[in-house]
């Protein structure tokens, strides 16, 4: 199975600065029909996962642009312009080029 | 409005069955793949079994292969995912999710829970 390695694991930031996370999968997601399969996701406390960016950098409807997601092949990055509080959640990386399915272990984003 | 509504989450034991559902509306569902994935309490995010919007394709993760199958009725708008031969690690709240690929899981429901134990 792919494995997919995010970091850092808790992210404390403060308000109104930016944040970053990492996700690391072992094998490029590069598919064969030439799509990158790679999705961010974001839980708040209590609440289902909701897709935030599929295909490494597309952001979802409704999603607020101070999110953007960007890399390629085996490395890509989750960035928030300017943290909100609304932000707070845990965060996943997810790649769906190869079988099965798999996840990131979740970084936990808090208000420093 | 897009609606997924989870169903059939229950206390079994072990080596129990349970079938969930997931309920669509507000889409047209046989243009889209639907896929299970389940969180354990506290713990992160497992992808469970995927399901081609004609029925014709389904996936599973090795975890569940051979005692899970997922199934889809497009006239009824619904999955289903049958559990056999539950086990503990089992236990989680098991979420499905739509995509335009199986891959996609664009739009989640809020998930049901199975707790498999004694």
């Known amino acids: 199975d792919v494995v997919m390695t995010q970091s850092p694991l808790s992210l404390p930031v403060t308000l109104g600065q930016p944040a970053s996370i990492s996700c690391r999968s072992n094998?490029?997601?590069?598919?064969?029909?030439?799509?990158?399969?790679l999705n961010w996701f974001q839980q708040r406390p209590g609440q289902s996962p909701r897709r935030l960016i599929y295909k490494v950098s597309n952001r979802d409807s409704g999603v607020p642009d101070r999110f953007s997601g960007s890399g390629s092949g085996t490395d890509f990055t989750l960035k928030i312009s300017k943290l909100e509080a609304e932000d707070v959640g845990i965060y996943y990386c997810m790649q769906g080029t190869h079988w099965p399915i798999t996840f990131g272990q979740g970084t936990r984003l808090e208000i420093k | 409005e897009v609606q997924l509504l989870e169903s059939g989450g229950d206390l079994v034991q072990p080596g129990g069955s349970l079938r969930l559902s997931c309920a669509a509306s507000?889409?047209?569902?046989?243009?889209?793949?639907i896929s299970w994935v389940r969180q354990a309490p506290g713990r992160g995010l497992e992808w469970v079994s995927g399901i081609s919007g004609s029925g014709t394709t389904t996936y599973y993760a090795d975890s569940v292969r051979g005692r899970f199958t997922i199934s889809r009725d497009n006239s009824k708008s619904t999955v289903y995912l049958q559990m056999n031969s539950l086990r503990a690690e089992d236990t989680a709240t098991y979420y499905c999710?739509?995509?335009?690929?199986?891959?996609?899981?664009?739009?989640w429901g809020r998930g049901t829970l199975v707790t498999v134990s004694s």
């Open positions: 507000g889409f047209t569902f046989s243009n889209y793949a």
């Open positions: 094998v490029s997601l590069v598919h064969s029909d030439g799509n990158t399969y």
């Open positions: 999710a739509k995509g335009e690929y199986v891959a996609g899981t664009s739009y």
